[in-house]
């Protein structure tokens, strides 16, 4: 394989990446990088176990010298979530990333790079495959299914661990540590919906261009959430005009904000629609002035044409936008003790319609169990008042600050040695599987680490591949002082 990585140290953990940026990898399409992963621990005749949902644990003895030192767990997850930009011809079921490098700083071509958490994945291999680094017994756990629940981390057999010392891989600030995290899960809205055939004309109407984001990272940025804006406009033309939702189609998961949402209504004459586009665009223009010296590239399209449709009835169509405008978003609630931390959450990650049913699907968050439970009802009131049924699932708990960590206290000292400044100690607004981990394992010392990477569940995912060097550096260093 011709590597494109090149420069940086040591050279198989830039490898590795490429290796497994080739493999497609979405939630619940992992089977290919478990195969990868497999096909390694047998080469390096390693021991290893792979269960139902592909998760794999791959552990090697430690080195010469700290046989009787205790175990450490590493881990990340083997999954990405896979959003591409509108118009990118690129099938995540099928197709290896297009990974482009610009000014040291690693990327994909129109896609998401997959650094969360592609970034653990070849750093765990780098370790195993070098014999000559200085390290405890390793336990590296790579979990799948983790963007759209923890379900991996959920369903692994953790009576296979023998580490009481964990060490995610999935935070994302370089120089950060992670200590805490917030609960969530997946909690859906879903209407029947019932439709008639019509001929007239149809306005088609697109939001397009938000900077979109990590929908527990990046709630507290207030990115613009393209679902609500669209739900605000046809809020705003069924109360203007006579008009019929056709379709509403916004969103693809449900912890990524989402950038661009579309929608078609039907009038019944040319005079309606051109009506209607011209208040579309008046209000389209408000939404600029609003929101543009935050969201740059936002665009709303207006545009119409005569059409034959299947139109959504009156009253199922008004449920469902009434709902999304009623619907709570964004931050919740926030601990101004800790400078505004955001405490509780949700985001609507999904809008849409089919033939039969409309649905609302949203990621609520909260490090607060009692916050969470007031989130959950708040959304089954607002489903009970607009005909909706609820289901929730992939539920995962939080993960509470442990005021004596030894871990911590290592990578503290190893930070300052090596970069000569403090390691900052953070909880954050964000589901991380060390909570999962932390329940099943009595007496787990867990610490969340990573390289820096920004625009992580968005086509402008990167990864300052200077970052990554340095993160191994220091997570090497660690590992050589725990043996």
């Given amino acids: 394989m011709n590597y494109k990585i090149t420069g940086y140290k040591p050279e198989k953990l830039f490898h590795f990446f490429e290796d ?21 621990a047998e080469e390096r005749n390693l021991w290893y176990h792979r269960d139902a949902l592909f998760n794999v644990i791959i552990k090697k003895p430690a080195s010469a010298g700290a046989k009787e030192k205790p175990a450490v767990m590493l881990q990340g997850h083997t999954d990405m979530v896979c959003e591409k930009l509108a118009g990118v011809a690129h099938d995540f079921t099928t197709d290896p990333l297009d990974l482009i490098i610009k000014d040291g700083v690693l990327s994909a071509n129109g896609t998401t790079l997959g650094g969360d958490n592609g970034a653990a994945v070849a750093c765990m291999l780098a370790i195993l495959d070098d014999d000559t680094l200085t390290h405890p017994a390793l336990e590296c756990v790579f979990t799948t299914q983790e963007e ?3 379900n ?16 995610n891989l999935d935070s994302e600030d370089e120089g ?19 439709r008639s055939k019509k001929e007239g004309m149809l306005l088609h109407l697109e939001a397009t261009g938000l900077l979109g ?20 406009m046809i809020n705003h033309l069924f109360h203007n005009t006579d008009a019929l939702l056709v379709d509403f189609n916004g969103g693809t998961k449900d912890n990524a904000i989402p950038r661009e949402t579309s929608a078609t209504l039907f ?20 939404f600029s002035s609003e929101i543009c010296p935050y969201e740059p590239a936002f665009q709303f399209l207006v545009s119409t044409e005569n059409g034959t449709a299947d139109v959504i009835s009156a009253e199922d169509g008004k449920a469902f936008i009434t709902a999304m405008c009623l619907a709570p978003n964004g931050v919740q609630f926030r601990n101004m003790n800790l400078d505004g931390f955001t405490v509780t959450s949700l985001n609507l990650g999904i809008a849409a319609t089919d033939e039969t049913s409309a649905s609302l699907v949203f990621a609520p968050r909260s490090s607060v169990a009692t916050l969470m439970s007031a989130l959950k009802e708040k959304l089954c009131l607002l489903a009970e008042t607009f005909g909706f049924e609820v289901s929730m699932h992939g539920e995962y708990p939080g993960w509470s600050f442990a005021e004596v960590s030894p871990i911590r206290d290592v990578f503290v000292q ?16 964000a589901g991380l599987e060390c909570g999962l981990f932390s329940d099943a394992i009595p007496g787990l010392d867990a610490i969340a680490v990573g390289p820096t990477i920004r625009g992580c569940h968005t086509p402008d995912e990167h990864l300052p591949l200077d970052s990554f060097e340095r993160f191994y550096e220091l997570l090497t260093d660690v590992l050589k002082k725990l043996a």
């Avoid at 984001?213 to 605000?232: C, F, P, V, W, Y």
């Avoid at 009038?267 to 408000?286: G, P, Q, T, W």
């Avoid at 190893?414 to 607004?429: G, Q, R, T, V």
Wanted: hydrophobic share 45%; net charge negative; glycine share 6%.
């Fill in 148 to 150: 759209i629940g923890l």
């Fill in 20 to 40: 497994i940026s080739a493999i497609p990898r979405g939630s619940a399409n992992e089977k290919a990088i478990s195969d990868y992963l497999v096909a390694f």
């Fill in 213 to 232: 984001g990590h929908s527990g990272t990046d709630i507290n940025k207030e990115h613009q959430n393209a679902n609500l804006l669209m739900a605000r």
């Fill in 176 to 194: 950060v540590a992670t200590v805490s995290c917030a609960g969530g899960l997946r909690f859906a809205l879903t209407r029947p919906i019932t």
């Fill in 414 to 429: 190893s930070y300052k040695e090596l970069f000569h400044d403090d390691l900052k100690i953070e909880a954050i607004h």
């Fill in 267 to 286: 009038y019944s004459d040319e005079v309606a629609a051109k009506n209607a586009e011209n208040l579309a665009l008046a209000l389209s223009a408000d």
């Fill in 152 to 167: 991996g981390a959920e369903a692994l057999d953790k009576s296979l661990l023998s580490a009481r010392t964990m060490i």
